[in-house]
């Protein structure tokens, strides 16, 4: 089994500046890792996941993942953050064990 | 994906009674989940609901409380039984569909709101 950490309850970032969400993962195996997004008074939408093959995995919205084996991390992220990107972001691991990350709060300021 | 309506939307209830929430899929699933999320906390997997097998629920939760039904492949209900202001929470539908490298992608209703009062 997995699971994930999500080191930050709250990420808060400029408009227009780049934005890192992290999470971090314990496993025995090979690793599924999966990131979702929560707009206010809606559910949950998946964003992006990464399986095998590279290590950097784009996603909907101009979001992107980075899966970094040496460091055990899936850190979310974004060139460029936009308002609308304010959100609860989720981190889930594993494929059959449905559980998330504690969950991070992102706030983008104009 | 999948598009998955969940009825009702919100519902405000008095202790001791209980509330069946519907939660409905456009595309026959296999796997259907149920959660539970205090609003802008994580979400806690209350059960998950297989069609053809009884439903197997997470530590903390029982069937008498929490009865659900699975009828077919695009229906489940989850009941909330003799309820507390304890229950007040979102109520959120999910299933999975099998993708890429037979990886489950979870798709989620728009929840449930309950108080209880």
């Known amino acids: 089994a997995q699971s994930v950490a999500q080191p930050e309850d709250q990420v808060n970032v400029a408009e227009g500046n780049p934005l890192t969400v992290k999470c971090t993962y314990s496993?025995?195996?090979?690793?599924?890792l999966f990131w979702y997004v929560q707009y206010p008074n809606r559910g949950l939408q998946f964003l992006l996941k990464?399986?095998?093959?590279?290590?950097l995995v784009k996603g909907s919205y101009g979001f992107e993942a980075e899966f970094n084996k040496s460091q055990t991390s899936f850190h979310l992220k974004k060139p460029s953050a936009l308002v609308s990107d304010s959100a609860l972001y989720f981190c889930r691991g594993d494929n059959n064990d449905m559980r998330f990350g504690a969950g991070t709060r992102l706030t983008v300021k104009p | 994906s999948a598009v998955i309506s969940q009825k009702p939307s919100r519902d405000i209830c008095q202790r001791g009674t209980s509330l069946t929430i519907q939660c409905q899929v456009d595309?026959?699933?296999?796997?259907m989940f149920w959660y539970r999320q205090q609003p802008g906390q994580s979400l806690t997997l209350i059960a998950t609901?297989?069609?053809?097998?009884?439903?197997?629920?997470e530590s903390g939760f029982v069937i008498d409380k929490f009865p659900i039904s699975r009828p077919n492949l695009t229906f489940s209900t989850l009941t909330v039984s003799n309820m507390s202001p304890e229950d007040s929470s979102i109520y959120l539908c999910s299933v999975g569909q099998v993708g890429t490298g037979l990886t489950y992608e979870q798709y989620f209703g728009p929840g449930t709101r309950l108080t209880v009062t």
């Open positions: 496993v025995s195996g090979n690793p599924y």
């Open positions: 990464y399986i095998t093959g590279d290590n």
């Open positions: 609901a297989n069609q053809g097998s009884e439903a197997t629920y």
């Open positions: 595309s026959q699933v296999t796997m």
